[in-house]
T-cell receptor, first 113, second 115 residues
Framework: DTAVSQTPKYLVTQMGNDKSIKCEQN?????MYWYKQDSKKFLKIMFS???????INETVPNRFSPKSPDKAHLNLHINSLELGDSAVYFC????????????FGPGTRLTVT | EDQVTQSPEALRLQEGESSSLNCSYT??????LFWYRQDPGKGPEFLFT???AGEEKEKERLKATLTKKESFLHITAPKPEDSATYLC????????????????FGQGTILTVHP
């Protein structure tokens, strides 16, 4: 029944490693997003895909690469992890790029040591 | 650049003590203002969307209002289960290109309601 799900919920890794976070939505939405929430709780958008097409690409390091194999899935791959990448990453979806309400997943807490 | 500022940063209330949270915003052209609730360890949960000044929306003990510069989230007779972080976000209707549809969030107000 989960609308937007993410795996894993927690991710602890060392600097320099490569890791991926997966997101799936079963709402039938066309648009999906990745957000980063830092230690001060600010939520900032990173990427958005609409029907597998990248439509929002904020200023994030090239080490972050989103991939959308189909409109129900949006994954985030991070290369060469750095200490500053530690944060909670949220996936979200909306009906389409014109639709206002975004629905969020439970988040993935990434800790880089 | 769009900006959202929420105040206060933290608010402690006694059960039944009504109050308001403020969200001030700067945006080129407001497409929508959103309120979300976030519980610890969870993702934000959608509450309201407001589209134009003068609009009001209600849900249980919560009422959201909108002016041209700010939005208020009024909490009437709060209960301990209303304790959460409340987030405000705006969507810029004049943003184009790769910023289309982007939400800009405030830092949130941490609400604690004591029994």
């Amino acid at each position: 029944d989960t609308a937007v799900s993410q795996t894993p919920k927690y991710l602890v890794t060392q600097m320099g490693n490569d890791k991926s976070i997966k997101c799936e939505q079963n709402l039938g939405h066309d648009t999906m997003y990745w957000y980063k929430q830092d230690s001060k709780k600010f939520l900032k958008i990173m990427f958005s895909y609409n029907n597998k097409e990248l439509i929002i690409n904020e200023t994030v390091p090239n080490r972050f690469s989103p991939k959308s194999p189909d409109k129900a899935h949006l994954n985030l791959h991070i290369n060469s992890l750095e200490l500053g990448d530690s944060a909670v990453y949220f996936c979200a979806s909306s009906q389409d790029r014109e639709w206002y309400e975004q629905y969020f997943g439970p988040g993935t807490r990434l800790t880089v040591t | 650049e769009d900006q959202v500022t929420q105040s206060p940063e933290a608010l402690r209330l006694q059960e039944g003590e009504s109050s308001s949270l403020n969200c001030s915003y700067t945006v080129s052209g407001l497409r929508g203002l959103f309120w979300y609730r976030q519980d610890p360890g969870k993702g934000p949960e959608f509450l309201f969307t407001l589209y134009s000044a003068g609009e009001e929306k209600e849900k249980e003990r919560l009422k959201a209002t909108l002016t041209k510069k700010e939005s208020f989230l009024h909490i009437t007779a709060p209960k301990p289960e209303d304790s959460a972080t409340y987030l405000c976000a705006v969507q810029d209707g004049q943003a184009g290109g790769t910023s289309y549809g982007k939400l800009t969030f405030g830092q949130g107000t941490i609400l604690t309601v004591h029994p």
